[in-house]
Protein backbone atom coordinates (compact mmCIF):
# COMPACT_ATOMS: atom_id res chain seq x y z
CA UNK A 1 0.00 0.00 0.00
CA UNK A 2 1.07 3.35 -0.66
CA UNK A 3 0.54 6.08 1.78
CA UNK A 4 -2.88 7.49 0.75
CA UNK A 5 -3.74 3.59 0.28
CA UNK A 6 -2.76 3.31 4.40
CA UNK A 7 -4.65 6.16 5.09
CA UNK A 8 -7.75 5.00 3.97
CA UNK A 9 -7.67 1.18 4.77
CA UNK A 10 -7.27 2.37 8.46
CA UNK A 11 -9.92 4.89 8.18
CA UNK A 12 -12.42 2.27 7.11
CA UNK A 13 -11.73 -0.07 10.38
CA UNK A 14 -14.19 1.71 12.75
CA UNK A 15 -12.08 2.42 16.51
CA UNK A 16 -14.29 4.40 17.95
CA UNK A 17 -12.75 4.63 22.05
CA UNK A 18 -13.51 1.41 23.67
CA UNK A 19 -13.25 -0.60 20.57
CA UNK A 20 -10.21 -0.63 19.01
CA UNK A 21 -9.17 -4.37 18.76
CA UNK A 22 -9.69 -4.28 15.09
CA UNK A 23 -7.15 -1.31 13.57
CA UNK A 24 -4.73 -2.56 16.41
CA UNK A 25 -4.98 -6.40 14.71
CA UNK A 26 -4.35 -4.64 11.46
CA UNK A 27 -1.59 -2.94 12.49
CA UNK A 28 0.22 -5.67 14.02
CA UNK A 29 -0.17 -7.93 11.00
CA UNK A 30 1.07 -4.79 9.07
CA UNK A 31 3.49 -4.05 10.98
CA UNK A 32 5.00 -7.51 11.59
CA UNK A 33 4.63 -8.33 7.84
CA UNK A 34 7.20 -5.24 7.49
CA UNK A 35 9.98 -6.97 9.40
CA UNK A 36 9.11 -4.63 12.89
CA UNK A 37 8.79 -6.56 16.64
CA UNK A 38 5.51 -5.81 17.65
CA UNK A 39 3.61 -6.11 21.25
CA UNK A 40 -0.07 -5.95 21.64
CA UNK A 41 -0.51 -4.51 24.91
CA UNK A 42 -3.69 -5.17 26.58
CA UNK A 43 -5.20 -2.27 28.00
CA UNK A 44 -8.90 -3.72 28.44
CA UNK A 45 -11.02 -6.89 26.54
CA UNK A 46 -11.46 -4.90 23.56
CA UNK A 47 -8.57 -2.94 23.48
CA UNK A 48 -4.83 -3.03 22.96
CA UNK A 49 -2.05 -0.57 22.71
CA UNK A 50 0.41 -1.36 19.69
CA UNK A 51 4.34 -1.27 20.50
CA UNK A 52 6.68 -1.94 17.81
CA UNK A 53 10.07 -1.81 17.44
CA UNK A 54 13.34 -2.37 14.99
CA UNK A 55 16.42 -3.48 17.65
CA UNK A 56 16.63 -3.50 21.35
CA UNK A 57 17.61 0.30 21.67
CA UNK A 58 14.71 2.56 20.43
CA UNK A 59 15.95 5.92 21.54
CA UNK A 60 12.73 7.77 19.49
CA UNK A 61 9.52 6.90 18.94
CA UNK A 62 6.69 8.01 17.03
CA UNK A 63 3.68 7.82 18.42
CA UNK A 64 -0.26 8.84 18.30
CA UNK A 65 -3.61 7.62 18.94
CA UNK A 66 -5.90 4.65 17.03
CA UNK A 67 -9.17 5.72 18.88
CA UNK A 68 -11.34 8.07 17.17
CA UNK A 69 -14.80 10.15 17.62
CA UNK A 70 -18.11 8.86 16.99
CA UNK A 71 -20.03 8.47 14.74
CA UNK A 72 -17.69 6.19 11.85
CA UNK A 73 -17.46 7.88 9.00
CA UNK A 74 -16.22 5.77 6.37
CA UNK A 75 -13.13 7.19 3.78
CA UNK A 76 -13.56 8.96 0.63
CA UNK A 77 -11.40 11.16 -1.49
CA UNK A 78 -10.92 13.60 -4.33
CA UNK A 79 -7.59 14.43 -6.23
CA UNK A 80 -6.76 16.36 -3.50
CA UNK A 81 -8.24 15.38 0.00
CA UNK A 82 -8.98 11.99 1.93
CA UNK A 83 -11.87 12.21 4.00
CA UNK A 84 -13.28 10.00 6.79
CA UNK A 85 -13.73 9.31 10.36
CA UNK A 86 -9.88 10.23 11.71
CA UNK A 87 -9.07 11.55 8.09
CA UNK A 88 -6.52 14.00 10.50
CA UNK A 89 -7.44 12.74 13.80
CA UNK A 90 -4.97 10.33 13.63
CA UNK A 91 -5.36 8.02 11.30
CA UNK A 92 -3.52 9.90 8.59
CA UNK A 93 -1.06 10.65 10.90
CA UNK A 94 -0.89 7.05 11.88
CA UNK A 95 0.11 6.64 8.07
CA UNK A 96 2.69 9.54 8.21
CA UNK A 97 4.46 7.96 11.00
CA UNK A 98 4.46 4.59 9.67
CA UNK A 99 5.81 5.66 5.94
CA UNK A 100 8.38 8.19 8.03
CA UNK A 101 9.84 5.30 10.06
CA UNK A 102 10.31 2.83 7.12
CA UNK A 103 12.22 6.07 5.56
CA UNK A 104 14.57 6.18 8.42
CA UNK A 105 14.64 2.46 7.80
CA UNK A 106 16.51 3.02 4.57
CA UNK A 107 18.92 5.19 5.59
CA UNK A 108 20.10 2.25 8.47
CA UNK A 109 19.01 4.25 11.11
CA UNK A 110 17.10 1.81 13.47
CA UNK A 111 16.96 3.09 17.47
CA UNK A 112 13.23 3.89 16.35
CA UNK A 113 9.76 2.48 17.52
CA UNK A 114 6.07 3.15 17.05
CA UNK A 115 3.63 3.59 19.58
CA UNK A 116 -0.17 3.68 19.26
CA UNK A 117 -2.44 3.96 22.00
CA UNK A 118 -5.78 3.39 23.09
CA UNK A 119 -8.81 6.09 24.21
CA UNK A 120 -7.36 9.24 23.69
CA UNK A 121 -10.87 10.66 23.18
CA UNK A 122 -11.65 9.78 26.45
CA UNK A 123 -9.42 9.19 28.87
CA UNK A 124 -6.23 8.26 27.57
CA UNK A 125 -6.32 5.04 29.59
CA UNK A 126 -4.13 3.61 26.95
CA UNK A 127 -1.19 5.93 27.29
CA UNK A 128 -1.66 5.74 31.43
CA UNK A 129 -1.23 1.81 30.87
CA UNK A 130 2.32 2.22 28.09
CA UNK A 131 3.49 4.68 30.80
CA UNK A 132 4.05 1.30 33.02
CA UNK A 133 5.79 -0.35 29.75
CA UNK A 134 9.23 -1.66 30.44
CA UNK A 135 10.25 -0.65 27.51
CA UNK A 136 9.70 3.85 27.87
CA UNK A 137 12.94 3.72 29.87
CA UNK A 138 14.75 3.22 26.63
CA UNK A 139 13.08 6.07 24.83
CA UNK A 140 14.84 9.55 24.89
CA UNK A 141 12.20 11.66 22.88
CA UNK A 142 8.99 10.94 22.48
CA UNK A 143 7.38 12.15 18.85
CA UNK A 144 3.53 12.62 19.61
CA UNK A 145 1.21 13.39 16.68
CA UNK A 146 -2.21 15.45 16.91
CA UNK A 147 -3.26 17.41 14.23
CA UNK A 148 -0.86 20.68 14.23
CA UNK A 149 -1.36 22.09 10.34
CA UNK A 150 2.23 19.83 10.34
CA UNK A 151 3.51 23.04 12.38
CA UNK A 152 5.70 21.59 15.88
CA UNK A 153 3.70 22.81 19.07
CA UNK A 154 6.23 23.85 21.65
CA UNK A 155 2.91 24.03 23.77
CA UNK A 156 -0.33 22.10 24.59
CA UNK A 157 -3.18 23.50 27.16
CA UNK A 158 -4.37 20.79 30.01
CA UNK A 159 -7.37 18.91 30.23
CA UNK A 160 -10.62 18.83 33.28
CA UNK A 161 -13.11 16.80 32.63
CA UNK A 162 -15.54 17.03 34.99
CA UNK A 163 -19.78 16.74 35.74
CA UNK A 164 -21.73 19.42 38.34
CA UNK A 165 -24.55 17.00 39.62
CA UNK A 166 -27.51 18.42 41.57
CA UNK A 167 -30.28 16.27 43.52
CA UNK A 168 -34.12 17.83 44.24
CA UNK A 169 -36.87 16.47 45.09
CA UNK A 170 -39.89 14.41 42.72
CA UNK A 171 -43.12 15.86 42.78
CA UNK A 172 -46.11 16.27 40.39
CA UNK A 173 -45.89 18.74 38.19
CA UNK A 174 -48.67 20.20 38.52
CA UNK A 175 -47.98 21.50 42.29
CA UNK A 176 -44.54 22.44 41.71
CA UNK A 177 -43.95 23.90 45.43
CA UNK A 178 -44.43 20.19 46.90
CA UNK A 179 -41.11 19.28 45.11
CA UNK A 180 -37.57 21.03 44.20
CA UNK A 181 -36.39 20.73 41.01
CA UNK A 182 -32.59 19.45 40.30
CA UNK A 183 -32.59 21.47 36.83
CA UNK A 184 -33.49 24.71 37.52
CA UNK A 185 -30.65 24.00 40.49
CA UNK A 186 -28.30 22.80 38.12
CA UNK A 187 -29.41 25.85 35.67
CA UNK A 188 -28.40 28.42 38.16
CA UNK A 189 -25.35 26.97 38.77
CA UNK A 190 -24.44 26.45 35.36
CA UNK A 191 -25.38 30.64 35.02
CA UNK A 192 -22.94 31.15 37.58
CA UNK A 193 -20.41 29.10 36.40
CA UNK A 194 -20.63 30.78 32.44
CA UNK A 195 -19.40 34.25 34.35
CA UNK A 196 -16.55 32.50 36.01
CA UNK A 197 -13.39 34.80 34.48
CA UNK A 198 -10.31 31.96 34.95
CA UNK A 199 -7.38 32.86 35.02
CA UNK A 200 -4.98 32.92 32.12
CA UNK A 201 -1.31 32.03 30.99
CA UNK A 202 1.17 34.24 29.30
CA UNK A 203 2.64 31.16 27.19
CA UNK A 204 -0.23 28.63 27.02
CA UNK A 205 -3.49 31.65 26.51
CA UNK A 206 -6.67 32.13 28.18
CA UNK A 207 -8.70 28.71 30.35
CA UNK A 208 -11.88 28.21 28.54
CA UNK A 209 -14.52 26.24 29.29
CA UNK A 210 -17.46 24.04 27.71
CA UNK A 211 -21.03 22.99 28.68
CA UNK A 212 -21.01 19.98 26.64
CA UNK A 213 -23.39 17.74 28.31
CA UNK A 214 -27.10 18.23 30.27
CA UNK A 215 -29.31 15.47 31.13
CA UNK A 216 -31.59 15.46 33.77
CA UNK A 217 -35.45 14.42 34.71
CA UNK A 218 -38.43 11.65 34.43
CA UNK A 219 -41.08 13.61 32.55
CA UNK A 220 -42.29 16.39 31.41
CA UNK A 221 -44.92 15.96 34.42
CA UNK A 222 -42.70 15.14 37.09
CA UNK A 223 -40.47 18.04 39.06
CA UNK A 224 -36.83 16.73 38.21
CA UNK A 225 -35.34 14.75 41.17
CA UNK A 226 -31.76 14.17 39.67
CA UNK A 227 -29.52 16.34 37.13
CA UNK A 228 -25.89 16.98 35.54
CA UNK A 229 -24.03 18.70 33.06
CA UNK A 230 -20.94 17.56 31.95
CA UNK A 231 -18.39 19.93 30.99
CA UNK A 232 -14.68 19.97 29.74
CA UNK A 233 -11.88 22.99 30.67
CA UNK A 234 -8.88 23.49 29.11
CA UNK A 235 -6.27 24.28 31.33
CA UNK A 236 -3.66 27.06 31.12
CA UNK A 237 -2.69 26.41 34.38
CA UNK A 238 -2.81 23.28 37.27
CA UNK A 239 -5.90 22.03 38.12
CA UNK A 240 -6.13 22.66 42.13
CA UNK A 241 -6.70 26.89 41.90
CA UNK A 242 -9.44 25.99 39.21
CA UNK A 243 -11.75 23.85 41.35
CA UNK A 244 -11.35 25.79 43.85
CA UNK A 245 -13.03 28.72 41.91
CA UNK A 246 -15.83 26.03 40.92
CA UNK A 247 -16.17 24.98 44.72
CA UNK A 248 -16.54 28.17 45.61
CA UNK A 249 -19.21 29.28 42.98
CA UNK A 250 -20.98 26.06 43.32
CA UNK A 251 -21.34 27.20 47.30
CA UNK A 252 -23.06 23.42 48.11
CA UNK A 253 -25.62 23.85 45.74
CA UNK A 254 -23.97 20.63 43.61
CA UNK A 255 -21.44 18.38 43.74
CA UNK A 256 -18.46 18.27 41.52
CA UNK A 257 -17.41 14.54 39.74
CA UNK A 258 -13.88 14.44 38.21
CA UNK A 259 -13.54 12.52 34.76
CA UNK A 260 -9.47 13.15 34.05
CA UNK A 261 -7.55 15.49 34.40
CA UNK A 262 -4.33 16.59 32.05
CA UNK A 263 -2.04 19.62 32.98
CA UNK A 264 -0.58 21.95 30.39
CA UNK A 265 2.73 20.99 28.96
CA UNK A 266 5.59 22.53 27.53
CA UNK A 267 6.99 20.72 24.85
CA UNK A 268 10.61 20.79 23.08
CA UNK A 269 11.00 23.53 20.35
CA UNK A 270 13.61 22.65 17.68
CA UNK A 271 15.01 25.32 15.05
CA UNK A 272 13.65 25.25 11.25
CA UNK A 273 10.14 24.11 12.11
CA UNK A 274 7.34 26.56 12.45
CA UNK A 275 6.08 26.37 15.76
CA UNK A 276 3.19 27.49 17.86
CA UNK A 277 1.07 26.63 20.96
CA UNK A 278 -1.79 24.80 20.82
CA UNK A 279 -5.23 24.53 22.71
CA UNK A 280 -6.16 21.32 23.29
CA UNK A 281 -4.71 17.62 25.11
CA UNK A 282 -2.77 14.84 23.89
CA UNK A 283 -1.79 11.45 25.51
CA UNK A 284 1.64 13.53 26.54
CA UNK A 285 0.45 14.35 30.22
CA UNK A 286 0.15 10.85 30.73
CA UNK A 287 3.34 9.68 29.07
CA UNK A 288 6.08 11.46 31.33
CA UNK A 289 8.19 8.04 31.59
CA UNK A 290 8.84 8.37 27.45
CA UNK A 291 11.66 10.52 27.22
CA UNK A 292 11.22 14.08 25.97
CA UNK A 293 8.07 15.09 24.40
CA UNK A 294 7.43 16.90 21.01
CA UNK A 295 4.02 17.20 19.01
CA UNK A 296 3.70 17.55 14.84
CA UNK A 297 1.00 15.79 13.13
CA UNK A 298 -0.95 16.63 9.41
CA UNK A 299 -4.50 18.09 9.17
CA UNK A 300 -6.44 20.55 10.96
CA UNK A 301 -8.08 20.39 14.74
CA UNK A 302 -10.64 22.61 13.63
CA UNK A 303 -12.06 19.87 11.17
CA UNK A 304 -11.33 17.12 13.44
CA UNK A 305 -14.34 15.86 15.57
CA UNK A 306 -16.68 17.11 12.55
CA UNK A 307 -18.63 15.36 9.86
CA UNK A 308 -16.57 16.92 7.01
CA UNK A 309 -13.19 15.57 8.78
CA UNK A 310 -9.73 15.57 5.66
CA UNK A 311 -6.38 15.50 5.61
CA UNK A 312 -5.11 17.03 2.19
CA UNK A 313 -2.85 14.59 0.55
CA UNK A 314 -0.23 17.03 0.05
CA UNK A 315 0.13 17.49 4.07
CA UNK A 316 0.45 13.91 4.66
CA UNK A 317 3.31 13.50 2.26
CA UNK A 318 4.95 16.65 3.90
CA UNK A 319 4.19 14.72 7.39
CA UNK A 320 6.25 12.03 6.30
CA UNK A 321 9.46 13.67 5.70
CA UNK A 322 9.24 16.25 8.87
CA UNK A 323 9.13 13.20 11.32
CA UNK A 324 12.30 12.11 9.35
CA UNK A 325 13.41 15.38 9.72
CA UNK A 326 13.11 15.50 13.52
CA UNK A 327 14.16 12.03 13.86
CA UNK A 328 17.48 12.35 12.61
CA UNK A 329 17.97 15.98 14.38
CA UNK A 330 16.74 14.13 17.64
CA UNK A 331 19.29 11.14 17.13
CA UNK A 332 22.01 13.84 16.09
CA UNK A 333 21.54 15.42 19.34
CA UNK A 334 21.72 12.35 21.50
CA UNK A 335 24.90 11.46 19.46
CA UNK A 336 26.23 15.19 20.10
CA UNK A 337 25.26 14.25 24.24
CA UNK A 338 27.29 11.03 23.98
CA UNK A 339 30.30 12.60 22.19
Known sequence: MNLFELTKSLINIPSVSENEQAVGFFLRDYLQ?????????????NQNNVIAYLNETPRVFLSTHMDTVPPFIAASETDKKIYG?????AKGIIASQIF?????RKQNMNDIGLLFTVDEEQGSAGARAANKHEIAAK??????????????????????RFSIKTTGKAAHSAYPEMGESAIEKLLDILED?????????????????NIGLINGGLKTNVVAPDAEAGLHI??????????????????????????????PVKMLALE??????????????????????????????????????????KDLEEAVWLYVNLVK????LNNQKEA
Not at 36 to 45: D, F, K, M, N, R
Request: glycine share 8%; charged share 25%; net charge neutral.
Open 33 to 45: TSGWTVELQPVSA
Open 85 to 89: RGACD
Open 100 to 104: AAEEL
Open 139 to 160: CEYLINGEPTDNDLAIGSKGSL
Open 193 to 209: VRKIKFPSDEFFGETTN
Open 234 to 263: RLTTKDKPILKILEKTIDGRGRIEIMSVAL
Open 272 to 313: GFKQKVVRFTTDIPHLSNWGTPLLLGTGSILVAHTKDEFVLK
Open 329 to 332: KLLA
